[in-house]
């Protein structure tokens, strides 16, 4: 079984509200060194079998087209094999 991972960030550009939140709560909470903070979400895709290229493709199709917004966010995809 192979899994394959989508990480999806707002674009720099774009005003990130629940980052800056949690910026100003690292300094209340007394954490120090936080120069910024930026939110986004993970997807976690468990295939059946390998991760084939074609089945990879699909993935990325969704993620072009489901996962992400691609007006205002980007992302990553990667491979993840279990040993």
Same mark, same amino acid.
């Given at each position: 079984?192979?899994? +394959?991972?989508?990480? =999806?960030?707002?674009?720099? !550009? %774009?005003?990130?509200?629940?980052?800056?939140? =949690?910026?100003?709560?690292? *300094?209340?909470? *007394?954490?120090?060194?936080?120069? /910024?903070?930026?939110?986004?979400?993970?997807?976690? %895709?468990?295939? /059946? *079998? !390998?991760?084939t290229? !074609?089945?990879?493709?699909? %993935?990325?199709?969704?993620? /072009?087209t489901?996962?992400?917004?691609?007006?205002?966010?980007?992302?990553?995809?990667? +491979?993840? =094999? /279990?040993?």
């Amino acid at each position: 079984m192979a899994r +394959v991972v989508v990480d =999806v960030m707002l674009k720099p !550009e %774009i005003l990130d509200p629940q980052g800056k939140a =949690v910026h100003g709560a690292f *300094g209340r909470l *007394g954490f120090d060194g936080v120069a /910024d903070v930026r939110q986004g979400k993970r997807f976690e %895709i468990t295939l /059946d *079998g !390998e991760a084939t290229e !074609e089945k990879v493709a699909e %993935i990325r199709k969704a993620a /072009d087209t489901l996962l992400a917004n691609p007006v205002i966010e980007d992302y990553t995809l990667h +491979v993840e =094999v /279990d040993a």
